[in-house]
C-alpha cells in the first residue's frame, strides 16, 4: 500500500501505518504476540554493514588533490530540497524467529518561496516485509489478506536462521524503497524545473537525475573517501570556505558524477570530518579544467549560503543544511 | 493536480488553522489549541469556530471559542544554538537563506459547543475564522436577536480578519428583571469610562425595547466639566460614523438633557461649569430645604455626632416639630410652625433659654447636653452645605414624578463638599426609589451613573450612608427598575457586592499593578497584557450571556468633550446678585434688562430678592416681571411730610419794655 498524494492525507484513504497494521493484524491473528508500538526502530538497532575505506578517485581539475579557496561570497540559489527517510518495525515474529516488518519509506521536497520552505510533493509509503519462503504458508495467507503490499525479502535474505538476517533484508529492501521514493521526487523535478535543487546524498543512483544540471548532491557520511595518501591529508587540511580540486566518481552500477569535497565549519575537536561534505554534480560530457573548477566554485557558494541558520539540534548539524534537517522534520510529522 | 477549496459549513473560503493536542497539552471542553499560518489574522480576543472531523450523534460538532494565548516557536532547541548559527552576530541573521520553521499555536476558550450535549473535549478539526452569524451563535446572542422582539443593545463592534459585527448586550440583562447593572473600569486620562458610558446610553435611548416601558437617565457629574455638554454635538471622524452605522445608533448629541445644580454659597450663582449664559436654559437649581435634609441627617452626621440620645431628639424634631403647629408649656404655648433652618434655629434658642431659665438639664427626657449638640450639628449643616440647603427652607428639586422617557438627567455636584455631595446622592436615590416603588416617577426604569466609584463605594473604611445605598441599590435595584452603572479606576478597590451584582462589566486600559490583583487571576496572562495596552475606543466586555470576555470597539460619543465645551462655553464670572437674578430669570424670558431688575430688586435684601428669584424659577410663570414682582414684599412710598410753614412772629417793637 502506497500513499502518494500532494500534501496530506485524506481519512478516506486506507490506513497503513504502524499501528493500523498492528490493529488489523491483531483482528486476524488474535492469538498471536502483535508488536505493542513501544518498539525502537529497527533503524536504531542495526549496525552499518559498509566498512569505512578509501578509495581513489581520478582527479579531473588539477593535476594533484588541492585545496581551492571559494572566494565570492555565498549566495542562496536552491530552489528546492529533497531528502528521504525510512522506519520499520517488527510487527510479529514466526514461531522460529522469522520477523514481519512493517516499513514506511518517505521522500519530500520542500520548495523556498520568500525564505519559507513549503512542501512541493511527498510520498509516503507504508509495506509489510517479509521471506516468504520462511514464513508459514498460513501466516502469509493472513498477511495478503490484510491488503497491505507485501515485499518478499527472499532476494536479500539468505536461507540464514537468525532472525537478525530477515530484519536486515527487510531493512536493506526498504531502504531500495526509500531511494526509489527519492529519485521518483528528484526525477520530476530534473523533468519539470531548471532551478538548481539540493540532494541529501549522491545523485549517481539514477541517470537522468544524474546528467541533469539541476541536481546537487550533498554528502554527509564519509564511511567511504574518495582520496588517499597526500590527497587525504590535503582533504582533511581544507578549512571552512575551502574545497578540493573536483574529481570523478564513477562506479559500475551507477552514473559517473564529478565531485568534490567542501568544509562548511571549522574543524572543531579530533574530528578531521567535522563540517565536511562531498559535492556532486554532473559530470561534464567534455573535462574542461577552468569550466569544471567555476561550476565547483558556484555549487560551492550555493552550499555555503545554506550553512545558516544551522541544524541544531541535530547531531550532525556541522554538516547537514538546514532545508535538509527541514525536510527530515516534515517526514517525522508525516510518516 | 487538483486544487480543492476548502469552504467549511457557513462557505467561508479556506480554514485558518487546525485543532492539535498532545498528552501534555490536552485539549479539555472549555479549552483548546490550534495552529495556523504565520500571516494569519488571528490575535488575542479573536473568535474561531471549529468543525469537527467525526459527527457526534449524527451531527458534525461546531465549537466556537476565543483566542486567550498564544505561543510561538521555532525548531530551536536553545537560544545558544541561534547565536552559535550566526557566530554571535545579530546582523547575521539576515544573511540566512532560510527562515527556521516557525509556528503559531494558539490557546482558545470555548464559548459554546453545538451540539451542547453530551459536552465533550474540543475534537481535532479545522478552524475558521468566525463570521457575522458565527459570533451571534458563539456568543448565545442569537437567543436575544429575534427581530421585532429583540433586546440587542449595541455595546460595540468586535473586529477581526474581515469580520466586523455588532455585539449586543441583553437588555434584560443590563437593565433589568433578570440582571442588571453595568460597571466599567479603567485606568484615567483616556476619556475611555466616561466615553463609553456616554456611548452605551445613546444605545440605550436608541434600542430599548418600547415594550419595555420608558428610561431615562440620571448621572452624578463628579469631577470637571465631565457630563456638562451632553446636549452639544461633538466631532467624530467617519471611522465613527461607520462604527454609529454598524450599531444603528444615530450620531448625534443627546436630545433631551436637564442639568441640575445648586447655588453657590452665595446663594445666587450656581455651582457648575455649565453657567455659560448660553447654555443655562436646561440648568436648574438644586435647592433643598430643613424638611429634605433632615430625613438624610445621618448621611451628614457621623456615628460620633449621632448616638442614640441624639439620634432620638432628631426623631423628635423631624416627628413633632418641622412642619407642625409645636408649642409647649416650657415654651409658654408659644405656638411654632418650623419651615427653615432659620425656624428651627429660633425653636432651639427658645428651648435653651427657657431651660436655662428655669434651670432644668432635661426636658421631654432630652438632657441639655444633647439639645446643645444637635443644635451645633444641625445648624451647622447649612452651613456646609451652602448653596445647596437653604436656610429659608426654599425647594428647587429634580422632576420627581414627571421623568421622561429617553431624557438625562445631569446632576453637577463636582465642586461640592464631599459632605454635600453625600447628601445628593443619598436623598436623590431613595427619592428614585420610593418613586419607582410607587410608580409613579413618570418613567419605568432609571440609569444612575456614578463615576468614581472606589471613593463612594470602598472595599474598606467605615461603613457609610452612601455606601450601604449603593449596595442596597446594587443587589435589589433591579427588581424596580433603578439601575446602578458605576465607573471607577480600581475594580479591586471596589467594594464586591457593588462589583458583584454588575451583571455586565465592561475594562478598558488597566493599570498592571491593578491586573496583578486577585480578581484577574481568571484571565490569562496574554489577555491582560491585551487589557494594559487597550487603545481608546477599545473595550473588554463580561455578560452574562458571554462565557468569556469579548473585546469591541466603540465610537467616539457624538456629544461635546467636557475640555472642550469648558473652552467654547466658558463659566459664566462671578457676578453682582442683580446680574445673577437678570441671568436666571432670562431663561425664563429674555426680553429682561438689568435696569429693570435693578429697579425692582431697589434696596431689598438679598435673601428677599433670592427667596423671589427661587420662587420664580420654581413656578415658570407667564408674566415672569409680575410674578416676580409679586414675590417681593411692597415697599412703603416715602412721603417727605410737609410741615406747615408757621406764621412769623411779629417782630416786637423796639420800645416795647418786655420784649427781649
Known amino acids: 500500500m502506497s500513499a502518494n498524494q500532494p500534501s496530506s492525507l485524506t481519512a478516506t484513504q486506507a490506513d497503513a501505518s504502524f499501528r493500523a497494521a498492528v490493529r488489523l493484524l491483531a483482528s486476524l491473528m488474535p492469538d498471536a504476540a502483535i508488536a505493542t508500538g513501544a518498539e525502537p526502530p529497527l ?293 | 493536480m487538483t486544487e480543492t477549496i476548502d469552504v467549511g459549513l457557513t462557505g467561508v473560503v479556506g480554514p485558518l488553522g487546525r485543532v492539535v493536542a498532545t498528552e501534555r497539552k490536552p485539549n479539555t471542553p472549555h479549552e483548546f489549541h490550534f495552529w495556523t499560518a504565520l500571516d494569519s489574522p488571528v490575535g488575542i480576543g479573536t473568535i474561531v469556530r471549529v468543525e469537527g472531523d467525526q459527527p457526534v450523534n449524527g451531527q458534525i460538532p461546531e465549537i466556537y471559542g476565543i483566542v486567550v494565548e498564544g505561543f510561538s516557536y521555532t525548531d530551536l532547541a536553545t537560544p545558544l544554538h541561534d547565536v552559535l548559527g550566526h557566530d554571535g552576530t545579530p546582523g547575521g541573521a539576515s544573511l540566512a537563506a532560510t527562515h527556521r520553521a516557525e509556528i503559531r499555536l494558539y490557546t482558545a476558550a470555548v464559548l459554546r459547543q453545538m451540539p451542547e450535549e453530551p459536552l465533550q473535549p474540543v475534537p481535532m478539526g479545522r478552524v475558521y475564522l468566525a463570521t457575522n452569524d458565527d459570533v451571534a451563535v458563539a456568543l448565545r446572542m442569537d437567543g436575544y436577536l429575534r427581530g421585532e422582539d429583540s433586546t440587542g443593545i449595541p455595546v460595540g463592534v468586535y473586529r477581526a480578519g474581515g469580520t466586523d459585527a455588532p455585539i449586543y448586550l441583553d437588555a434584560d440583562f443590563l437593565i433589568g428583571p433578570e440582571a442588571a447593572h453595568l460597571n466599567i473600569t479603567g485606568v484615567s486620562g483616556l476619556a475611555t469610562k466616561t466615553s463609553a458610558i456616554e456611548w452605551i446610553l445613546s444605545s440605550i435611548f436608541a434600542h430599548f425595547p418600547e415594550k419595555k416601558g420608558s428610561v431615562a437617565a440620571l448621572c452624578f457629574n463628579v469631577k470637571g466639566p465631565d457630563l456638562c455638554f451632553l446636549d452639544q454635538p461633538g466631532p467624530i471622524d467617519e471611522a465613527d460614523k461607520t462604527l454609529y452605522e454598524k450599531c444603528g445608533v444615530p450620531a448625534g448629541p443627546f436630545e433631551h438633557v436637564q442639568y441640575f445644580a445648586p447655588y453657590k454659597p452665595d446663594g445666587f450663582s450656581l455651582n457648575t461649569l455649565r453657567s455659560n449664559e448660553q447654555l443655562l436654559g436646561n440648568v436648574s437649581s438644586l435647592t433643598w430645604g430643613l424638611r429634605e435634609v433632615l430625613q438624610y441627617a445621618e448621611v451628614l452626621l457621623n456615628k460620633d455626632d449621632v448616638d442614640a440620645k441624639a439620634d432620638a431628639l432628631i426623631d423628635f424634631i423631624r416627628e413633632r416639630v418641622v412642619d407642625r403647629d409645636f408649642s409647649d408649656a416650657l415654651l409658654g404655648n408659644k405656638s411654632y410652625r418650623v419651615r427653615s433652618f432659620a425656624d428651627l434655629e429660633e425653636w432651639f434658642k427658645d428651648v435653651l433659654s427657657a431651660m436655662e431659665t428655669r434651670g432644668n438639664e432635661g426636658w421631654r427626657t432630652h438632657h441639655v447636653a444633647t439639645i446643645r449638640k444637635v443644635r451645633n450639628r444641625l445648624s451647622n449643616i447649612s452651613t456646609r452645605c451652602a448653596g445647596l440647603v437653604t436656610d429659608d427652607g426654599g425647594v428647587s428639586d429634580l422632576p420627581f414624578g414627571s421623568f421622561q422617557d429617553r431624557t438625562v438627567y445631569v446632576i453637577d455636584v463636582a465642586s461640592l463638599e464631599e459632605a454635600a455631595q453625600d447628601l445628593i446622592f443619598a436623598r436623590v436615590v431613595t427619592k428614585l426609589r420610593e418613586h419607582l416603588e410607587k410608580r409613579d416617577l413618570g418613567v419605568n426604569h432609571v440609569i444612575v451613573f456614578v463615576d468614581e466609584l472606589n471613593k463612594y463605594a470602598p472595599n474598606d473604611g467605615p461603613e457609610t450612608y452612601v455606601r450601604k445605598m449603593l449596595l442596597d441599590l446594587a443587589e435589589r435595584g433591579r427588581y424596580l427598575g433603578l439601575v446602578l452603572f458605576s465607573a471607577q479606576q480600581f475594580r479591586s478597590q471596589v467594594h464586591r457586592r457593588v462589583v458583584g451584582n454588575s451583571g455586565t462589566a465592561l475594562y478598558g486600559r488597566m493599570d498592571p499593578d491593578e491586573l496583578a490583583t486577585p480578581g484577574y487571576s481568571v484571565l490569562s496572562p496574554a489577555v491582560k497584557t491585551k487589557l494594559a495596552t487597550l487603545e481608546k475606543g477599545q473595550l473588554m466586555v463580561r455578560h452574562p450571556h458571554f462565557t468569556q470576555p469579548i473585546f469591541v470597539r466603540f465610537p467616539r460619543p457624538a456629544v461635546m468633550r467636557g475640555r472642550d465645551g469648558a473652552e467654547r462655553y466658558p463659566q459664566a464670572v462671578d457676578v453682582e446678585l442683580d446680574a445673577a437674578v437678570l441671568r436666571s430669570l432670562r431663561t425664563l424670558d429674555p426680553s429682561l434688562t438689568l435696569g429693570w431688575v435693578r429697579d425692582t430688586i431697589g434696596i431689598r435684601e438679598d435673601e428677599e430678592v433670592i427667596r423671589a428669584r427661587n420662587a420664580t424659577l420654581r413656578e415658570r410663570p407667564a408674566d415672569v416681571k409680575k410674578f416676580f414682582q409679586s414675590q417681593l414684599r411692597p415697599v412703603a412710598v416715602t412721603h417727605t411730610p410737609v410741615r406747615p410753614m408757621a406764621p412769623a412772629i411779629r417782630s416786637a417793637p423796639t420800645d416795647d419794655p418786655y420784649g427781649f
Open chain 1, 43 to 335: 533503524e536504531s538497532l542495526a549496525q552499518a554493514t559498509e566498512p569505512p575505506r578509501t578509495v581513489g578517485a581520478i582527479i579531473i581539475e588539477d593535476a594533484a588533490m588541492r585545496v581551492h579557496r571559494v572566494f565570492e561570497p555565498p549566495v542562496a540559489q536552491f530552489a528546492a530540497f529533497l531528502d528521504g527517510t525510512q522506519a520499520s518495525r517488527t510487527l510479529y515474529s514466526c514461531d522460529d524467529g522469522t520477523p514481519i516488518v512493517h516499513g514506511t519509506a518517505a521522500a519530500v521536497i520542500r520548495e523556498r518561496r520568500n525564505k519559507r520552505l513549503y512542501t512541493r510533493r511527498h510520498i509516503v509509503e507504508h509495506r509489510l516485509y517479509a521471506n516468504r519462503r520462511r514464513v508459514p504458508k498460513g501466516v502469509w495467507t493472513l498477511l495478503v489478506e490484510t491488503g497491505l503490499e507485501l515485499r518478499d525479502t527472499a532476494e536479500e535474505d539468505g536461507d540464514g536462521p537468525h532472525p537478525f538476517v530477515g530484519r536486515d533484508a527487510a531493512i536493506h529492501r526498504l531502504q531500495r524503497d526509500r531511494e526509489n521514493a527519492e529519485h521518483a521526487l528528484a526525477k520530476e523535478w530534473c523533468q519539470r524545473e531548471d532551478q538548481p535543487l539540493l540532494i541529501d546524498g549522491g545523485i549517481s543512483g539514477i541517470e537522468s537525475v544524474a546528467r541533469s544540471s539541476c541536481a546537487v548532491g550533498v554528502i554527509k557520511s564519509h564511511r567511504t573517501l574518495y582520496a588517499e595518501g597526500d590527497a587525504l591529508i590535503t582533504i582533511f587540511a581544507l578549512r571552512r570556505g575551502e574545497r578540493s580540486s573536483v574529481f570523478r566518481v564513477a562506479s559500475e552500477r551507477r552514473t559517473p558524477v564529478a565531485s568534490w569535497y567542501l568544509r562548511l565549519r571549522d574543524r572543531a575537536g579530533t574530528d578531521p570530518m567535522w563540517g565536511l561534505v562531498r559535492v556532486e554534480v554532473a559530470h561534464p560530457d567534455r573535462v574542461d579544467e577552468r569550466a569544471i573548477g567555476a561550476r565547483a566554485d558556484e555549487v560551492s557558494r550555493w552550499i555555503l549560503a545554506e550553512a545558516t541558520p544551522v541544524s541544531l539540534p541535530d547531531g550532525r548539524w556541522d554538516k547537514m543544511v538546514y532545508g535538509v534537517r527541514d525536510c527530515e522534520e516534515f517526514l517525522r510529522a508525516v510518516i
